[in-house]
């Protein structure tokens, strides 16, 4: 079986290997033959390119850890790239605990800020869904955003998040002074229901899309002229 072999990842580890059995000599006696050697730098570079550890920099983290490890022994590549990924601490991120609050906290529409504490907050938030911080049970909700969480660290960790995004405000104070209700809705703001029970009738259900797309989206008020038309038919 064949592997593709990565040129830059394989500078990588080269230059690893070099600071390894610097900082330890005795590292060497973990592969008593060259063509062990080479089979593990082999598996060491197939690890990196798996985990997208693709500059020297990446690295540097897991060579400090790994510096003032104890340890006389080599770690597995799997635990040395462990040692490498920032935590969201490292990049001054909240903790994923107090991350999982304020993304709970900017769900209801009554605390929603325009501000977050960091972008990674805000991209797991907005990869997780409001609905589910609203529908789901905390255990539930707290998986799936502690998934998006680690993997926007990771994607922050490779340049793919690099700054907070501006937030326009969507509504004014004093869209919420008096709320418009609605059957048994309530509206805190344009466009957002303070409540989520189901839709008792088709007048209401008519009665909220009016209300929420204003009057100035074609596509939705097509939609639902198309489905009174059909309620009108049965």
């Not at 080269?14 to 590292?27: K, S, T, V």
């Not at 709970?104 to 501000?115: D, F, L, V």
């Not at 539930?140 to 990771?154: E, N």
């Not at 189901?198 to 939609?223: G, M, P, Q, Y």
Request: include cysteine.
């Amino acid at each position: 079986m064949s592997f593709d072999v990565d040129v830059t990842t394989t500078a990588i580890v080269n230059q690893l290997f070099n600071r390894l059995l610097a900082m330890n000599p005795a590292f060497k006696q973990s592969w008593p033959t060259e063509a062990e050697f080479k089979a593990t730098k082999k598996e060491w570079i197939l690890a990196f390119q798996d985990a997208r550890i693709d500059s020297v920099e990446k690295v540097q983290k897991g060579l400090k850890e790994l510096r003032l490890s104890p340890s006389p022994f080599v770690p597995s590549p799997g635990e040395f790239i462990s040692m490498c990924r920032l935590t969201p601490e490292d990049i001054g991120a909240p903790p994923v605990e107090q991350a999982f609050d304020e993304a709970c906290r900017q769900a209801h529409p009554q605390s929603w800020k325009p501000n977050w504490s960091h972008a990674i907050v805000m991209h797991a938030y907005q990869r997780t869904g409001s609905s589910v911080f609203l529908n789901s049970k905390k255990e539930t909700s707290y998986k799936k955003f502690q998934q998006h969480y680690d993997q926007a660290c990771l994607d922050y960790q490779d340049g793919k998040i690099m700054a907070q995004i501006e937030y326009k405000t969507p509504f004014s104070k004093s869209d919420i002074e008096e709320p418009e209700t609605i059957g048994q809705y309530e509206f805190v703001r344009p466009g957002v229901l303070k409540q989520y029970e189901h839709v008792s009738s088709f007048e209401e259900f008519k009665a909220i899309c009016d209300k929420i797309i204003k009057n100035d989206d074609t596509a939705l008020r097509a939609l639902v002229d198309n489905i009174e038309r059909q309620m009108a038919q049965k």
